[in-house]
């Protein structure tokens, strides 16, 4: 499977928190790091996604902003 | 200084490569892995970022996809 | 401190409402507009932000649309 | 007619830089500040978008960021 | 009207799911298909937006992912 | 394979234009619409993309615009 994303990273979902329509999920990254998500309940139900999947974490790079402090 | 999103991560530009009027910005992260940004060459210049530098990378949340392979 | 993307409003922070896991800052510019943000409640936690702050509105040119009517 | 976005500001265009399929245009607002917004040179031409245009500036709100620096 | 924006579509409002401050909107399109959008409720509400109503879909190119599986 | 976007629709890659760094790559989906994604040409290459490819078109819901015209 190809991914037309320059950014891609494999996870573990560690927490899933949920809202009315929305949920976060955090996903821990093999070096110790986390990334989380942003998504529909709809999205995560359809998924049928829980602690402890193993996910693709996929970013496009025009949604990455880089800072120089 | 505190930005309202989920993922920052410290890295050091890697590599630039500039297009016409957009540009691909390769940033090394700590952990061996990398993460690509693509902005205007305009803010590239604007920050007069080169390589080597130390950058923060910023992504919302709600910019993160996750997959399930 | 530098930001890779075109878009930089200084603003003060007016009004937040929550959700169960997304919040909406309203930001009042200096000439009278707004501009309004979605987060996560756990990234305006992290930011400690609260109405009377001053922040930085930052938007990358991508992500603007623009509109001929 | 009516957006489904937060964020919704008049403006004239002020300059069009031109990449290879790229492009970032430049808005002049009323209060004297500028937004920008990068699309493709495709939408430019279907969209018949000239220097002087007035426009509306279309942003949601997910893609806003705020700093608190 | 024009849209700096690759894609568009005409579609009829289906369904909304409301959250605490964000909400779903299931749009219906001619083909049989759906689309759907994350949104403000005070921009639902800005807009008036109920079931049955006409809507155009517009999605920047740059937001669009291709996956080969 | 499960994303976590509400919108995903199988199309064949009818076209790709290329810029210096960007490309754009046009989908034809079977109902006889089109849809368009700009991604990095370091993507389509890692991809291997090419017309007449079958690819899922992902798109985010917090990424679509609605409009009432």
Redo the contacts between chains.
């Keep these: 499977?190809?991914?037309?994303?320059?950014?891609q990273?494999q996870g573990i979902?560690a927490e899933v928190?949920?809202?009315?329509?929305?949920?976060?999920?955090i996903?821990e990254?093999?070096?110790?790091?986390v990334?989380?998500?942003?998504?529909?309940i709809?999205?995560?139900e359809?998924?049928?996604?829980t602690v402890g999947?193993?996910?693709?974490?996929?970013?496009?790079?025009?949604?990455?902003?880089?800072?120089?402090?």
């Design positions: 499977m190809e991914y037309g994303a320059r950014n990273i979902v928190k949920k809202g009315g329509i929305m949920c976060e999920v996903v990254l093999p070096g110790g790091g990334m989380t998500s942003v998504m529909t709809d999205s995560l359809d998924m049928n996604l999947d193993k996910v693709k974490v996929v970013v496009k790079a025009v949604n990455v902003l880089l800072v120089k402090e």
